[in-house]
C-alpha cells in the first residue's frame, strides 16, 4: 500500500475501468488505475498464442459497440493510435447448401441475401431504424428519463419478447430464420427467453448503423489508445498488482471497481452491509465459452464467397439447430453440434500474421465450469462450411471456461458478459438498488459489466458509474 493520497483508485483496466479513470481524471481528480495483470486491457487484450508474428484477440474480438459508444467517439482516440477496420460484409451466416445470408450496412442488400423474406426483413429493420435513435440514447443513459417514449414503445413491443417469437411471426425462409437466430445468440441463453428479441434487433440495428469493426493490430490497440489518453490526462497506471484487500488500496474518496460481484465479495464483502452481501451472493453469471486460437497457412476455404467477405462469421445453420443448442448448454449439456461465432480479422488485416498466412477465433457456448475440450466440435463445424480447413491449421490454442476464468477473474465459470443480460438482469444488475452502481460501502462503486448497459465493449458502464461518483462525493454533475 502506498501512502499518495488519490482522489479516485480504479481497479481494473477493462474498457470500463479504463473508461471509468478518463471520466475521473477529466473531471480534474488524482486518479489510479491499477491493473492486476502485467498488460492493461481486460478483455480487449491481444497476444501471440500460437506462433510467433500471429497476433490473437484474447477475448474480445469485433467491435460494433465500441463504434456505437458516445463516450469512445467523445475522446480523440485516433490520436492516439486507434483505427477500426471493416470487412465489405459485417456478418455472413452458412448454410449447407453453399448459400449464405448476409449482413450489410445497407438493409435492402442485406434483404437481398434472405430468399422469400427480402420484404419482411426489410419491413422489420426500416421501421426498427426509425426507433433506433431513442433506443441507443436508451442504451448509452439507462436511468435518464427517455425524451422519445414512443420509439422506445414501438422497439419495446417487438424487443421485449423472445427472439423465438420475433423470427417465428416475422421469418419463413431458412436464410432469415438461421441468420437472426445466430444473432440472438450473442445474447447467451435460450432463445425462448424474453427480451432476447431486443437482443436481436440491437446487433441487427448495430450492423445497419455503425458496423461490426475491429481495431487494427488487435483489441489490444483499443485498450492502448484509452490508457494512452488517460495517461495524456496526467493519470497515473500501475499493472502486476492483484487487488487481494480493498484495505491495501492507497487512500482515496472513491474507489470505482471493474469486477464482477463475486470479486467484491472476496476482496470487500466485509465493508457491504448483510443486505448488499446478499444481493451479490445472488447475482446470476451465465454460461461459459470454449476458445479457440488457429495460426493458418491460408485462408479459410469457406464453400461460400460471402464468408470471405466477412470479418465474422456464424456457424449453426439453421433457426432450429442453433435453438437447440443455446437450449441445451443453458441445461448444462454439451452441444454436440455447438453454435459457433468466427472471427477472421487477418483477411483485412495484414498486421496479424505474416505474409500469406492468416489467423481465426472462434468460440463456442458451454455449460458454467465446464472442462470438456470443444476444439474437435468446433473444428468439425468449420469443416462443414469450409471442407479443407483442417489441412490449414499449423498451430492453436484452446480455453475452456476454468482456463478463462483462471485467466480474467471476471469471467466466472467461462462467462465473458458479467452475468447473464437476461430480463431479470437487465437493469437489476448487480442488485436492485438505485442507482445500482453505488454498494453499500461508502465511497465504493462497481463499474463493471455486470452494471447497466452491461456486456459489450462500450465503456458506459465505467462512465455511468464515475459520473454516479462524480455526484455523489465531489458534488460535480
Keep these: 500500500m502506498t501512502n499518495t493520497k488519490y482522489d479516485a483508485v480504479v481497479v481494473g483496466s477493462g474498457p470500463n475501468g479504463l473508461s471509468a479513470a478518463i471520466v475521473l481524471r477529466q473531471a480534474g481528480l488524482s486518479v489510479l488505475l491499477i491493473e492486476g495483470k502485467p498488460t492493461i486491457g481486460g478483455g480487449l487484450r491481444s497476444a501471440s498464442l500460437t506462433l510467433p508474428g500471429y497476433i490473437h484477440d484474447v477475448c474480445s474480438a469485433i467491435h460494433p459497440f465500441a463504434v456505437f459508444s458516445p463516450l469512445f467517439n467523445s475522446l480523440p482516440l485516433q490520436k492516439h493510435g486507434l483505427e477500426f477496420l471493416y470487412s465489405p460484409l459485417a456478418l455472413a451466416h452458412p448454410f449447407d447448401d453453399g448459400s449464405a445470408a448476409e449482413l450489410e450496412h445497407d438493409i435492402h442488400q442485406t434483404a437481398m441475401s434472405l430468399g422469400a423474406d427480402t420484404r419482411s426483413y ?178 479459410i476455404p469457406f464453400k461460400s464467397d460471402a464468408c470471405k467477405k466477412a470479418a465474422t462469421v456464424h456457424l449453426g445453420n439453421s433457426f432450429e439447430e442453433i435453438m437447440k443448442c443455446e437450449q441445451e448448454v443453458s441445461l448444462g449439456k454439451i452441444p454436440e453440434y455447438p453454435f459457433v461465432l468466427l472471427a477472421q480479422q487477418s483477411l483485412f488485416d495484414p498486421t496479424r500474421a505474416p505474409q500469406d498466412r492468416q489467423v481465426a477465433w472462434a468460440y463456442c457456448h458451454v455449460p458454467a465450469n465446464s472442462g470438456v475440450d470443444m476444439t474437435e466440435r468446433i473444428e468439425k463445424q468449420v469443416e462443414r462450411f469450409a471442407p479443407g480447413f483442417r489441412d490449414r491449421i499449423l498451430s492453436k490454442h484452446v480455453f475452456d471456461a476454468v482456463e478463462m476464468e483462471s485467466y480474467n477473474p471476471n469471467y466466472v465459470g467461462g462467462d465473458i458478459g458479467g452475468g447473464i443480460q ?56
Excluded at 435513435?133 to 439507462?142: K, L, Q
Excluded at 489508445?225 to 498488482?241: C, K, M, Q, V
Excluded at 448483510?274 to 470454449?290: C, E, I, L, T
Excluded at 454498494?439 to 459489466?449: D, E, I, K, P, R
Design 122 to 299: 426489410e419491413h422489420l429493420m426500416q421501421n426498427t431504424m426509425k426507433n433506433w435513435p431513442a433506443v441507443s440514447n436508451s442504451i448509452a443513459h439507462p436511468f435518464a428519463f427517455p425524451k422519445h417514449l414512443i420509439p422506445l414503445a414501438r422497439f419495446g413491443s417487438k424487443g421485449i419478447f423472445s427472439a423465438r417469437r420475433l423470427i417465428e411471426r416475422n421469418f419463413k425462409g431458412m436464410q432469415a430464420r438461421g441468420m437472426l437466430a445466430g444473432v440472438a445468440a450473442h445474447g447467451v441463453q435460450p432463445l425462448t427467453n424474453w427480451i432476447t428479441g431486443a437482443i436481436t434487433l440491437i446487433f441487427l440495428c448495430l450492423g445497419h448503423d455503425k458496423g461490426w469493426p475491429f481495431p487494427k493490430g488487435g483489441s489490444q490497440q483499443l485498450a492502448n489508445a484509452l490508457a494512452s489518453y488517460f495517461l495524456s490526462l496526467g493519470g497515473r497506471i500501475e499493472t502486476d498488482w492483484m487487488v487481494e484487500s480493498l484495505d491495501e488500496l492507497p487512500n482515496a474518496s472513491a474507489y470505482l471497481l471493474d469486477i464482477t460481484p463475486k470479486q467484491l465479495l472476496k476482496i470487500g464483502g466485509s465493508r457491504l452491509s448483510a443486505w448488499n452481501r446478499r444481493q451479490m451472493k445472488n447475482f446470476k453469471y451465465g454460461s461459459g465459452v470454449f476458445k479457440v486460437d488457429w495460426a493458418l497457412d491460408g485462408p
Design 422 to 477: 437476461n430480463w431479470k438482469q437487465l437493469i437489476t444488475r448487480p442488485a436492485l438498488r438505485f442507482p445500482p452502481y453505488r454498494t453499500s460501502a461508502q465511497g465504493v462503486y462497481l463499474c463493471s459489466s455486470s452494471t447497466p448497459p452491461g456486456g459489450g465493449v462500450h465503456g458506459l458502464c465505467g462512465f455511468n458509474a464515475a459520473k454516479q461518483a462524480l455526484k455523489d462525493i465531489f458534488g460535480q454533475r
